[in-house]
């Protein structure tokens, strides 16, 4: 959609009025069927911000309006130029620039209701993406969290079964599956000793419970991602196609937003996870970090040693320029950028 000036008023036109035809036109105020220069058939659109801005957010959206569709049927099955892609279920795409704004102008609505329908979408943007972003910062920490947490009662499992079955890889998954008696076939087929599986009845119902407990952690961990990986893809495209999305979420919970990550310094980006680093580096002299969480991208950590400072720099400049496209210009950046 296109913002033009016609006759003082301020129009949103999709690609309107080709001169032969029969053609759908559609602008901020409603949507025109047109055969040539005579109007067919038209809606237009409530005389309220609310219901302006609801028509503009699905355009945006590139939804088919219900209006559009039935306008559209008015074409008696001609042939149909449209100026959208969005539209080309039904007719043919055509894109020109638009030519006389006269077809569609005399219908317009005040301009100030126009005015009022963008303070409206600016809100439900910025709610919208405060909210998204509230929620992937909480699910990446809940992330770190769960590893955490995962670590420690791994060790303990492991540690405790390893001393009823010295050399046992797998024993953690026999604990939680099997029963007493498969338990001990599982162990003779890795030729273990099972007569120094001796645990007491309750010690052996706390290790079932903990492993059970170890899956259960598992399965959460797994679910976390996906939910994580479909909120950043939703508010952060670019960024994710550079670095990927669970990355994606350690920068943005690291900038405490998807907005704070957009007006970083690429030096800041760099160290995103190295504070502690940093600080020991202040304080005491330590050797400054040369990286943080992008250490955990390909392009840095299989460079050699001594090249992660300089293409951790060159990925965070990357991902500064990303995030600026996703949270300020909402723009999606071309192939080329994405090449390392």
Request: hydrophobic content about 40%.
């Amino acid at each position: 959609m296109d913002i033009k000036i016609f006759q003082g008023q301020s129009l949103i036109i999709a690609r309107p009025c080709h001169a032969v035809a029969t053609k759908l036109i559609t602008t901020w105020f409603g949507t025109f069927l047109f055969k040539e220069e005579e109007l067919v058939d038209k809606h237009i659109v409530d005389k309220s911000p609310g219901a302006i801005a609801a028509w503009i957010s699905n355009i945006r959206k590139g939804k088919i309006l219900d209006e559009e569709k039935r306008v559209s049927k008015k074409a008696g099955g001609e042939p149909l130029i449209v100026f959208e892609n969005r539209q080309e279920r039904l007719g043919a795409y055509l894109s020109v620039d638009p030519c006389d704004y006269s077809l569609v102008a005399q219908y317009s609505l005040d301009p100030s209701l126009l005015q009022e329908a963008h303070l409206i979408l600016a809100e439900e943007i910025a709610y919208g993406e405060r909210t998204a972003g509230r929620s992937i910062v909480n699910m990446a920490r809940a992330r770190d969290d769960l590893f955490k947490a995962r670590e420690l009662l791994n060790d303990r499992l492991t540690s405790w079964t390893e001393e009823c079955y010295p050399g046992a890889t797998t024993l953690n998954n026999w604990v939680a599956l099997l029963s007493d008696g498969e338990i001990n076939q599982s162990a003779r087929d890795e030729g273990l000793d099972v007569t120094k599986f001796s645990p007491t009845d309750a010690e052996r119902d706390f290790i079932t419970s903990l492993a059970r407990e170890l899956q259960i952690m598992d399965n959460t961990i797994l679910k976390n991602e996906k939910i994580l990986t479909e909120e950043v893809l939703s508010i952060a495209p670019n960024t994710v196609r550079l670095v990927g999305p669970l990355l994606t979420g350690k920068l943005i919970m690291l900038a405490n937003g998807l907005e704070r990550l957009a007006i970083s310094s690429s030096s800041k980006v760099q160290l995103l996870g190295a504070e502690k680093a940093l600080f020991r580096h202040k304080k005491r002299g330590a050797k400054p970090p040369k990286h943080g969480v992008l250490l955990q991208h390909p392009y840095v950590h299989g460079a050699n040693a001594k090249d992660r400072g300089k293409r951790a720099r060159m990925l965070a400049n990357k991902i500064v320029i990303a995030a600026r496209a996703d949270a300020l210009t909402k723009s999606r950046l071309d192939d080329d950028f994405f090449k390392m």
